[in-house]
C-alpha cells in the first residue's frame, strides 16, 4: 500500500518525501544483504561442486557446475570468457559442432590482449603413454607456454596423477576404430605372435563391431578432431602431432623457438610420381584436386593456428578423398598434404621435423628398444644434417623422433640430460 502513497505525497508532504530517503537508504542495506547471501550461496554451491567433482568425477556434473558458477568470478559478457583457455576439456560437442566452432577466427589481425603463444603438443595414442615421464622432464618449468592433448581410445582410461602434466587432458573422443583395425590387421599379419595377447583381444572385439558406422577417414577424422579441440585455446599458436612412441631431440627452449619462429609450417609432402605417389590419385577427384597438385607425406606434422585452421575448416575436398582414396589409396597419407599444398602451399616447408627410420625396409618404420638409445644412436639422429630453415641453410632439421618402445625409456631417462639437453 505504502508504495502508492508515497508518489502521490511526494511534493505536499515533506514528512513523507523524509520517510522516502529514510526508505531508499534501507534499499542498498537490503541489496547488499541478498548479495551477500547470493555470494555465500554461490560459494557453498562451489564448494559443494568441488566436491562433488572430486568424488564422483562426473563429466555432466562438470558442464552444469561450469556454467552456473560463472557469474560469481566473471562478468557475463567481458573478453575473458573468449580468451581463457577451458578449464576442463570435457564437452558435449559432436565432430561437426565441434569443428565448426573451431574454425570460427577473428579477422582482426592484433590481440587486444597480452597473448604468450603456446605449443600445443597432441598425442595420438591406442593407450598408454608409455614415454609420460620423458615428456614429463622435457616440460618441466615451462608451464604457460604449452599445452597438452591426447586422444585414445574411449575404452582406455588414463591413470595420471593430479601433477601430472598429462592429467585429465584426454579429449572426448569418438571411435577411431576403424584406422586400428586396419593397423592391428596390419600387424597381426606382419608378424604374428610379435602382437600383444591384449591386443589380439581388442583386434577380436573391434572385428565385430559394425565398422560402416564409423567414418572412412577416421585417422584423418581422430587428427581433426585433436587440432579443434586445441584450436579452442585461442593461445595456442602451433600444433604438434605425435604418437606414444615420439620423443623430444631437444630441450624445450629450442623446440619452441625453432618452431615459433619459423615461417613455414612443417608437413611432409612431395610429388611421388610412382604407383605408390600418383599411382594412388583418382581422376573422380578433379577439379578441386588436379593430378599435379596430388601429394604424399608422413601423417606426424607441425602447423601452426592459420594451417589448423584450414584442416578443420575444409568441406571442399573432404569429401573428395572420402569417397575417391580408398585402399590402396591410404588417406592419412595424401589429405593433407594435398589439400595444404592448394590451399597454402608457400606456407609449407614440404618437409616433416619428425625423424624416422625407414631403412630397415618393410612397411613399418624401424622401433627402438633399449639396446638401440646410445650416445652414438642420437649422433647418428642429430648430426650431419643439412636441410632449409626459413630459406637458410640449417643443421637442427628434426626436433622430434620416433617409433621408440616402451623399453627404451630407461637409457632414455638417463641419458637425456646429457644428449637431449633436458
Ligand atoms: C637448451 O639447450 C641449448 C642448446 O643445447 C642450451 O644452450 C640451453 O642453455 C638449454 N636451455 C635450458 C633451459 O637448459
Ligand atoms: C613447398 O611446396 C610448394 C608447392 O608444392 C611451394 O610453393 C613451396 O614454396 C614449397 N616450400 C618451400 C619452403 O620450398
Ligand atoms: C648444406 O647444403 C647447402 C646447399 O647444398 C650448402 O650451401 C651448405 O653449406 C650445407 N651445409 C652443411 C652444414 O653441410
Known sequence: MQSRVVPLEEDKDPVV?????????????????????????????????????????????????????????????????????????????????LLWRASIVPRRKKYPFRRVPKVAFMFLTKGPLPLAPLWERFLKGHEGLFSIYVHSLPTFHANFPPSSVFYQRQIPSQVFLLFLKNRLEGEVKSKTGAIDEYWRCMLGFIQKLKVSEWGRMSMCDAERRLLANALLDISNEWFILLSESCIPLYNFSVIYHYILKSGYSFMGAFDDPGPYGRGRYNDNMAPEVDIAQWRKGSQWFEVNRKLAIYIVGDTTFYPKFEQFC????????????????????????????????????????????RSDVTVEFFKRIVEGKNCTYNNHASSICFLFARKFAPSALEPLLQLSPKVLGF
Open 326 to 369: 580408398r585402399p590402396a589409396c591410404y588417406v592419412d597419407e595424401h589429405y593433407f598434404p594435398t589439400m595444404l599444398t592448394i590451399e597454402a602451399g608457400n606456407l609449407l616447408a614440404n618437409r616433416s621435423i619428425t625423424w624416422v627410420d625407414w631403412s630397415r625396409g618393410g612397411p613399418h618404420p624401424a622401433t627402438f628398444g
Open 17 to 97: 518525501t523524509n520517510r522516502t530517503t529514510n526508505h531508499s537508504k534501507a534499499l542498498p542495506l537490503r541489496l547488499f544483504q541478498i548479495l551477500m547471501l547470493f555470494l555465500a550461496l554461490c560459494i557453498a554451491f562451489s564448494v559443494i561442486s568441488i566436491y562433488t567433482i572430486r568424488r564422483f568425477g562426473i563429466q555432466s556434473v562438470v558442464t552444469t557446475v561450469k556454467s552456473s558458477f560463472q557469474p560469481c568470478y566473471e562478468e557475463p559478457n567481458s573478453l575473458q570468457q573468449w580468451i581463457r583457455p577451458p578449464s576442463n576439456l570435457i564437452h558435449t560437442m559432436s565432430d561437426k559442432e
